[in-house]
């Protein structure tokens, strides 16, 4: 069984970017997004209860190059930290 990125159980470098998250927004949603080419690797991020969601593509096996994205902006992050500063950017938008 693989563990889900969004649990924090797969030890990939995503999960340090929505762990970094989950410290500042603890009613985090991860999901996987559903029909894409590449759901293993593209992920919706929302506050519990709220309808607006960022999205979050990653190579595969959460590697970086981190793509996040609302319905207005993207922001392209190298690294786990710069991709959490970006989904909280973009949550709190």
């Known amino acids: 069984m693989n563990a889900d990125p969004g649990s924090g159980e797969t030890g990939w470098p995503l999960n340090d970017a929505f762990r970094l998250v989950?410290?500042?927004v603890p009613d985090l949603v991860v999901e996987r997004a559903a029909g894409g080419e590449r759901d293993d690797a593209d992920f919706?991020?929302?506050i519990a209860g709220s309808i607006e969601a960022v999205e979050v593509e990653c190579r595969p096996g959460g590697q970086p190059v981190f793509i996040v994205s609302d319905e207005y902006?993207?922001?392209e992050a190298a690294d786990p930290a710069a991709?959490?500063?970006a989904i909280l950017d973009l949550l709190r938008a």
């Open 22 to 24: 989950r410290a500042e």
């Open 83 to 85: 991709a959490a500063q």
């Open 44 to 46: 919706l991020l929302r």
């Open 73 to 75: 902006s993207w922001i």
